[in-house]
């Protein structure tokens, strides 16, 4: 009896001094229910005397006994510190951060448009680069099956599988249909391509940052510009997600010109070093512009890159508004095989400062333009004869106007000039055909019949890539910076 009276005694007090919701402390600041029942705990439990760990003992004790909500225990406190932080399952991890462990397939990087699935990156000593396969094709059937209306993840699926075992690839490229076989195999961890797209001016797309590999890919890309002669460069980070701080931190510093320059920052916490300062060792090849595409699916180390260039004034940054994911996170494997995702780092800029949910705001905003071929609307093209440069008439209009669908000219022209040479060349190299100074009957048949098998498509022109390239072939024509000399150096002018 006395120690029941003894047990009900102690609840009343207990009952007498939790503090209510809502309600304020001694020191102003206001508690929550379980605030104040915790504070009992801790202030008269016997085994919580001088025991930090006694939440987590509990904790894990709940979780023995319910082990089925471990996962959501765990993201749970996890979303209250950020929202990069998380705890992930191997397939999920697998599935998430595929660019960091790399995969087994063909070596191409998908995008959805409003034309179906498109190859936006062609990896490096890819089975998909052996084949062929070029940036812009649209893919139309895998393994003879229809793809049209397929997602991103239908295509991928299917073009993942056993090492070893091969796919069949047809894809749309300018109005002509493509088939190829491509054997699945290890796709290497490089996620940096490149291109000279015009006289001067380099292409170079990097759609990861997964690991050193990237930085050793674009270091030897980068040291034989010279050797090129390039002039200007036009730098992709569209679709972007990000990967290893310390590559995006190399390529800033190869692109810089100065020495001395503040690149960004790195904020640790006080007991791991605090703010970490990266500055430029100089020396970057004197190029007369370096153009930087991004849009929303650029991200974090790529943001950094991309944010680092255009705060220093070493390149102008073009497209749409980016992700804005300024913080960084550990990787840590555990014992069970899930992995540990936490956030360690924020990221700054010279300028800018931190991004986090704020993003980074091109220079100069472009959007990409959604097009619909009608045959029937367009102007009738005479194939019969051919058009000659400086012609100016009804059927360069009308070729001009097929050409413009393709997004090799800006618009429709009745005059038959450089610009559109330059896209007729394109049509011709795109078709394998011998390069020719004029509009040949068979150059466009091929066209028109582009045009029919386009016809009723709607598909995406890349008029971020193309105003980029504008601006660099403009650039390439003014006076080269530097000498390249037989030693594989250069100096400056």
């Known amino acids: 009896m006395k120690k029941i009276a003894k047990r009900l005694a102690a609840l009343a007090l207990s009952a007498a001094m939790i503090v209510p919701a809502g309600a304020i402390t001694q020191d102003g600041q206001s508690e929550t229910w379980f605030d104040g029942v915790w504070a009992l705990i801790d202030a008269f439990g016997l085994k919580a005397e001088d025991n930090p760990y006694i939440l987590q003992n509990y904790i894990n004790k709940y979780l023995q006994e319910h082990p089925e909500e471990m996962y959501n225990v ?4 996890l979303s209250l510190l950020d929202t990069h932080s998380m705890y992930l399952s191997s397939e999920e991890y697998s ?11 063909i070596g191409v990087g998908l995008q959805e448009t409003a034309g179906g699935v498109q190859i936006s990156e062609v990896m490096r000593f890819s089975a998909a680069e052996e084949a062929g396969l070029q940036i812009g094709d649209v893919i139309v059937a895998v393994d003879g099956e229809d793809a049209s209306g397929w997602s991103n993840t239908d295509v991928a699926e299917k073009l ?10 047809t894809v749309r490229r300018q109005g002509r249909e493509v088939t190829v076989t491509c054997m699945r195999r290890q796709v290497n961890q490089v996620y940096v391509s490149n291109q000279t797209v015009a006289d001067g001016v380099e292409y ?6 997964g690991s050193e590999n990237d930085w050793t890919a674009f270091s030897e890309i980068w040291n034989g510009l010279d050797e090129k002669n390039t002039r200007a460069v036009i730098l992709d980070l569209r679709g972007n997600g990000g990967g290893v701080i310390d590559v995006a931190l190399k390529m800033a510093d190869a692109m810089t010109q100065d020495k001395g320059v503040y690149l960004a920052g790195v904020q640790w916490r006080q007991d791991m070093g605090g703010l970490e300062q990266t500055f430029s060792t100089g020396g970057g090849l004197p190029l007369n512009k370096i153009v930087v595409l991004v849009d929303g699916g650029t991200a974090s180390a790529a943001e950094l890159l991309a944010g680092s260039l255009q705060d220093t004034g070493t390149a102008t940054l073009i497209g749409e508004k980016t992700y804005g994911k300024g913080q960084g996170q550990y990787h840590i494997d555990l014992v069970n095989g899930d992995k540990l995702v936490i956030t360690t780092l924020e990221l700054e800029l010279p300028q800018q400062g931190c991004w986090e949910g704020v993003g980074l705001t091109p220079d100069l905003q472009v959007s990409n333009r959604t097009v619909t071929v009608d045959a029937a609307s367009l102007t ?6 051919s058009l000659l440069f400086g012609e100016q008439s009804d059927a360069v209009y009308a070729m001009t106007e097929r050409l413009a669908l393709l997004g090799l000219l800006d618009e429709a022209t009745d005059t038959f000039d450089s610009t559109v040479m330059t ?3 394109s049509f011709l190299a795109s078709y394998e055909m011998d390069e020719e100074l004029y509009a040949s009957p068979a150059m466009l048949q091929a066209l028109d019949a582009a045009m029919q098998t ?3 498509q709607t598909y995406q022109l890349d008029e971020q890539l193309n105003t980029a390239l504008e601006i660099c072939k403009l650039a390439a024509a003014k006076p080269q910076q530097y000498t390249a000399l037989p030693d594989g150096s250069w100096k400056k002018n």
């Open 204 to 209: 170079i797309k990097v759609s990861a940052m």
């Open 454 to 456: 386009l016809d009723g």
């Open 423 to 425: 896209a007729v060349q």
């Open 95 to 105: 599935e998430g951060f595929a660019t960091l462990e790399g995969f087994v397939g």
């Open 74 to 77: 765990i993201n749970d406190i």
């Open 160 to 169: 993942r599988g056993k090492e070893g075992t091969s796919v069949t690839l």
């Open 380 to 385: 009738p093209l005479d194939t019969s004869a």
